[in-house]
């Protein structure tokens, strides 16, 4: 019944003796070169140099390696829209490279260890909110590959301009001590990967015109002028149009106006009513905002009714 507990007690033995004969020649030879240093001194020093060599030589190395679906990352983010779940593969795997290290690997099977990888959401744009459905992964160390899966979600509100929304995946494995923490089991490692998101371009424009109505004289021109902002999250061009004026009147407009985010540019109207124009008519304008560089990305038009009247 006690075979199982006597064993695994008598590798971790094994594997302390073992790393006592290989390391503790170089390091008392390292010491007999220095024999004034105070003895306080020499112990301190011996212990330092024998946990780097450890762990530099006889740890397991983890490896990490983090993947996931790309095509979850082409659709562009809409801003203020809904979130999007995107899975992600993490894989863990301890490389062996000494004898000492294939010891070590056998008392982990035997005994059943785990290796903790932390996942984390690296630094993100203040408009952009992700998280994470699991922080914590245990992987069995055995030498082999296993994957585990976390949920990424990630959102952007209102704000986010129209770029690429950087999300940075952190994951980290800590040093692992073995019996009585005198050897270390498995190095530090930590790897980062980025899921990249166009943020999807987001249209809006606030127009209001000096008035909602103008008086103008027959076979004379009068002008009104319209405020245009851009209050969406990209440069923006602004096509503006006449789209119903009086028969037999004269009428133009500025027809093009490219803003930056969050200026304000203004367009006018010019018009001449006929000689023979008497009472009261309207004008319907429109604004439709572009994007700066790909026409093919648009909002929907904005309509202003422009009442013009003539009062002898």
């Not at 979850?72 to 000494?98: C, D, F, K, M, Y």
Request: with cysteine.
């Amino acid at each position: 019944m006690n075979r199982i507990p006597i064993c695994r007690k008598y590798i971790a033995i094994g594997i302390i003796l073992l790393f006592i004969g290989v390391c503790i020649t170089p390091a008392m030879a390292q010491v007999r070169e220095k024999p004034s240093l105070p003895s306080r001194l020499i112990v301190q020093k011996t212990h330092r140099s024998l946990s780097r060599g450890l762990a530099k030589n006889f740890a397991l190395e983890s490896v990490i390696y983090l993947s996931w679906n790309a095509s979850e990352t082409e659709e562009p983010l809409e801003p203020g829209g809904a979130n999007r779940s995107i899975n992600i593969t993490v894989t863990h795997q301890v490389l062996v490279s000494s004898f000492i290290g294939r010891l070590i690997l056998l008392y982990c099977r035997i005994t059943h260890q785990f290796a903790t990888v932390t996942v984390e959401i690296g630094d993100i744009s203040s408009w952009c909110a992700a998280s994470l459905s699991d922080t914590e992964l245990g992987f069995p160390i055995t030498g082999d590959a296993s994957s585990q899966f976390t949920t990424l979600t990630v959102a952007v509100n209102e704000n986010a301009p129209h770029t690429v929304c950087q999300v940075p995946i952190q994951a980290s494995v800590d040093t692992m001590y073995g019996p009585f923490r005198f050897l270390p089991f498995v190095n530090v490692y930590n790897q980062t990967s980025t899921l990249h998101f166009w943020i999807e371009y987001r249209p809006c424009l606030i127009v209001i015109p000096e008035n909602d109505s103008m008086a103008v004289i027959p076979n004379e021109s009068s002008y009104l002028r319209i405020s245009i902002t851009n209050a969406g999250n990209a440069r923006t061009v602004v096509s503006g149009g006449i789209v119903y004026a009086p028969p037999d009147w004269i009428t133009m407009m500025t027809n093009q106006i490219v803003l930056e985010v969050n200026m304000t540019g203004y367009a006018y109207l010019f018009v001449v009513p006929p000689i023979s124009f008497n009472g009261t008519d309207t004008i319907i304008l429109s604004f439709t905002p572009y994007l700066y560089d790909d026409y093919t990305q648009h909002g929907e038009p904005v309509y202003v009714l422009i009442r013009v009247f003539y009062e002898p």
